[in-house]
């Protein structure tokens, strides 16, 4: 599988402001996902990190709130925009890995904001 | 809207026993199914995975599908105190959906010495 690595591990952020996660995944990778964790629950999808074109949002997210960027195989980032305290959460990233014609898929690490 | 539950919890189980989890989902076109064990403070790990009908094993864990009554359960036996944590259950449509999942609410587990 897959080794992946999140920046920041943890945040603490004014209201208002913006925080961008990033994500890195030492091997090329095809799908990547990002996913919110709020207090006490599940996971929820926020979108699909597109390589080379715009994210594919769920419903409930949208991309003035939630920008990502996918420049390579390797490599995404979720933004955070003008932060208030509903969003803090996790905010995990996830990769699609391939083995032997079944996909699995694994999970970083995570980003836990706070917002104040 | 899509819909997978598990069983509430928490699920208590002695060390030694077999802990059970259930699931059920409503897409019917659901074709992979997914278990992630998550520690406190953790994130997700992917312990089984299971994409046909019946039965699969790997070590003390069995992951079980029913399509025809849209259940999937994973089974714990030995249980272990390091087990200790909270299952997530995870369902993939496949098709367009393919990769993306939904989870389920998760079940703590608790194993007693």
């Known amino acids: 599988s897959a080794v992946i690595s999140q920046k920041p591990s943890r945040d603490i952020c004014q209201r208002g402001t913006s925080l961008t996660i990033q994500c890195q995944v030492d091997?090329?990778?095809?799908?990547m996902f990002w996913y919110r964790q709020q207090p006490g629950q599940s996971l929820t999808l926020i979108a699909t990190a597109n390589q080379g074109s715009e994210a594919t949002y769920e419903s409930g997210f949208v991309i003035d709130k939630f920008p990502i960027s996918r420049p390579n195989l390797t490599f995404s980032t979720l933004t955070v925009s003008n932060m208030s305290p509903e969003d803090s959460s996790i905010y995990l990233c996830?990769?699609?890995?391939?083995?032997?014609?079944?996909?699995?898929?694994?999970f970083g690490p995570g980003t836990r904001l706070t917002v104040t | 809207q899509k819909e997978v539950e598990q069983n509430s919890g928490p699920l208590s189980v002695p060390e030694g026993a077999i802990a059970s989890l259930n699931c059920t989902y409503s897409d019917r076109g659901s074709q992979s199914f997914f278990w992630y064990r998550q520690y406190s403070g953790k994130s997700p790990e992917l312990i089984m995975f299971i994409y046909s009908n019946g039965d699969k094993e790997d070590g003390r864990f069995t992951a079980q599908l029913n399509k025809a009554s849209q259940y999937v359960s994973l089974l714990i036996r030995d249980s272990q105190p390091s087990d200790s944590a909270t299952y997530l259950c995870a369902v993939s449509a496949g098709g367009t959906s393919y990769g993306k999942l939904t989870f389920g609410q998760g079940t703590i587990l608790t194993v007693h010495p």
């Open positions: 091997s090329q990778v095809t799908m």
């Open positions: 996830s990769v699609e890995w391939a083995d032997r014609g079944l996909y699995e898929q694994y």
